[in-house]
């Protein structure tokens, strides 16, 4: 099993920057698909990125693509998602997420089995 912590959320204006880190503790972080949702108020739970076990590839959700940048190391057991360009439409609960036997391109939430706790953002217009 992997236990899953959120960090790194805040108040942010639009169009600025924040960094959410993943700090993974139990089994060898590699052997995890990983990825970051979000959820916003009253809406479902949405797909944000997601990264191989190595970290070689890399997939986002089209309202993202360009301005997020997911990342992982493997030995220092963390992820990140780099959030640049911040639009008021980005605030939400973000979470991360790991499962052993997913595609690298999982984007259905019910397809993660480990799930972090969530960390706040919020971007102010």
């Known amino acids: 099993q992997v236990q899953l912590v959120e960090s790194g959320g805040g108040l942010v204006q639009a169009g600025g920057s924040l960094r959410l880190s993943c700090t993974a503790s139990g089994r060898t972080l590699s052997a995890y698909v990983m990825a970051w949702f979000r959820q916003a108020p009253g809406k479902e739970r949405e797909f944000v990125a997601a990264?191989?076990?190595?970290?070689?590839?890399?997939v986002y959700a089209d309202s993202v693509k360009g301005r997020f940048t997911i990342s992982r190391d493997n030995a220092k057991k963390t992820m990140d998602l780099q959030m640049g360009s911040l639009k008021p439409e980005d605030t939400a609960v973000y979470y991360c997420?790991?499962?052993?036997?997913?595609?690298?391109?999982?984007?259905?939430?019910?397809?993660?089995?480990?799930w972090g706790q969530g960390t706040q953002v919020t971007v102010s217009s």
């Open positions: 997420a790991a499962d052993l036997f997913s595609r690298w391109t999982e984007r259905i939430t019910d397809n993660y089995g480990y």
């Open positions: 990264i191989s076990r190595s970290g070689g590839s890399t």
